[in-house]
């Protein structure tokens, strides 16, 4: 009798199913991909927590309304709506009329990059409105700045429309690439990367 004992139940530790190991490989392959995402992340929770009290730093009335600066939020939500669907009926349509043929539209993992790119753009936009909330406070001598809270609009739109170029395409990534065993793996870590 050898070590791999017939006659007896073998070691599952020891011995692996092809399928198995195609899945851990089809895993092992997103997870760059999924890391990566993570940074992505540390942006989007940014609007949650810096950019309301930034907001609530700057001077929140126009003309008689008062913005709450967590409504601010809107932005986002609007420009990734807006972006979703504009994309496929407008944006590209329109590139292939500019560039007279048709176009190569960009793989998922590009978009993951352009989706990355343009939020590193909203928190250095970010950072300068700080600046710029710091600079007017400090020339009042008030802890609020007499800034304008609409000047918090572009760093949520792109915001916005990062999170459409990221999210989609990582749910499309992991939608394709994940075996049909382990679909259900798949999408529950593309909305935990996704929760903010």
């Keep these: 009798m050898t070590a791999t004992g017939y006659g007896r139940n073998p070691n599952p530790w020891h011995l692996c199913t092809i399928t198995k190991v195609e899945e851990v490989k089809c895993i092992l392959r997103l997870l760059p991909v999924w890391l990566c995402t993570i940074l992505s992340s540390l942006a989007f929770t940014q609007m949650i927590g810096l950019f309301i009290k930034q907001g609530a730093a700057m001077d929140t009335k126009i003309s008689n309304f008062q913005i709450p600066p967590a409504s601010m939020t809107s932005f986002d939500i609007i420009s990734t709506t807006a972006f979703i669907l504009l994309y496929n009926k407008l944006i590209i ?65 792109l915001l916005g429309v990062a999170e459409a170029f990221l999210f989609v395409a990582q749910m499309e990534i992991f939608s394709s690439q994940i075996p049909d065993g382990l679909k259900s793996l798949g999408i529950p870590v593309h909305v935990i990367n996704s929760n903010r």
Excluded at 128 to 137: F, G, P, T, W
Excluded at 140 to 147: A, D, P, Y
């Design 93 to 157: 349509p329109l590139y292939v009329k500019l560039i007279k043929r048709e176009p190569k539209t960009p793989s998922e993992l590009q978009r993951i990059g352009i989706g990355l790119s343009i939020a590193i753009l909203a928190m250095l936009i970010a950072g300068m409105v700080e600046q710029h909330i710091l600079k007017y406070a400090s020339e009042n001598g008030q802890e609020t700045s007499s800034l304008s809270i609409l000047w918090q609009t572009p760093q949520y739109m």
